[in-house]
């Protein structure tokens, strides 16, 4: 089992110091053995950890600070909100950031929810099924962007007269696609996704087997895809380890691969937390099998 580190605390202090505290974290996560480091792609900061007004850091101009600070860590968004970017130019900012750091980048995708910052910023908001629809079509123009197809995409949220990503990324980003919403979060994941991330940690293993009819709808093996689940609150490995170390090897038993710990606004030193990560909960948790 492997650790993936979420990183959503931007209130260390003054504002000189976001960039050394979010550089501080990367770089303790990657030296302690944990195999992601990600961000939230919020405008604002999350209303149920913090308030809006709260520091918030835009996400991918974060993440090529990151690269140039780290070597070997996988970065990413957890997740992007398709309402966020055009999908022809997401696909050209996870390019770029896939080059800039050698190929260690995935490409997290959602249908977006949280509407205040959209209202906010003059972005549009559509209904959700409407978003839904983005969503797929944001997955179909990336996977042409990232292929020999140069051509038009024509769908019905988007146009794209050409579809050219020059130069390729090093390596086709994995695509991950977060949530948990049984009609259509779970059918995108079988169709489309590497990477599954579930935030449904008490009811993992009814959505687990949603996932596999779906697979099953479209001939998919669903071992093809990689699953890792969201532990926020209720579960930190480090107020009770053992605790946390059982409930990995439940997961396990259901195909989990990986954990993303989210260190919350309210930790006063988020690096020396993920630096306790790495000496008191990594270790173990790579013996999980």
């Known amino acids: 089992m492997e650790l993936g580190v979420h990183f959503i605390d931007f209130r260390p202090g003054a504002p000189e110091q976001l960039g050394p505290t979010l550089a501080a974290a990367a770089i303790a996560a990657e030296e302690g053995g944990a195999s992601m480091f990600t961000l939230a792609d919020h405008y604002f900061q999350m209303e149920l950890v913090g308030e809006a007004t709260d520091p918030f850091l835009e996400g991918y101009t974060s993440m090529g600070f990151l690269a140039a600070q780290t070597k070997s860590i996988m970065l990413g968004m957890l997740v992007t909100g398709v309402t966020y970017r055009y999908p ?17 980048v995935f490409l997290g995708l959602g249908a977006a929810w949280y509407e205040r910052e959209h209202r906010a910023l003059g972005v549009p908001y559509p209904p959700i099924a409407q978003r839904f629809e983005m969503l797929e079509e944001t997955l179909q123009i990336c996977g042409q962007m990232w292929s020999d197809d ?11 007269a050409e579809t050219i990503c020059a130069p390729q990324p090093i390596e086709r980003p994995p695509i991950l696609i977060g949530g948990d919403g049984e009609k259509q979060t779970l059918r995108l994941v079988a169709q489309y996704a590497d990477i599954w991330n579930s935030m449904s940690r008490d009811t993992l293993e009814r959505k687990c087997d949603v996932l596999r009819r779906h697979c099953e709808d479209i001939g998919r093996d669903p071992a093809t895809i990689r699953k890792t689940l969201a532990i926020g609150p209720g579960l930190d490995p480090l107020e009770d380890t053992d605790r946390f170390l059982r409930a990995a090897e439940h997961y396990a038993d259901l ?23 790495g000496d008191e909960v990594i270790p173990k948790l790579w013996e999980v099998a």
Not at 88 to 104: C, F, M
Not at 150 to 160: D, E, I, R, V
Not at 263 to 271: A, G, L
């Open 88 to 104: 022809g130019l997401l696909a050209k900012i996870v390019t770029t950031l896939d080059l800039l750091s050698q190929g260690r």
């Open 150 to 160: 140069n051509g038009p995409y024509a769908g019905k949220h988007y146009q794209l």
């Open 255 to 277: 195909g989990v691969e990986m954990l993303n710990i989210t260190v919350r606004p309210d930790n006063p030193d988020p690096v020396g937390y993920i630096k306790r990560l």
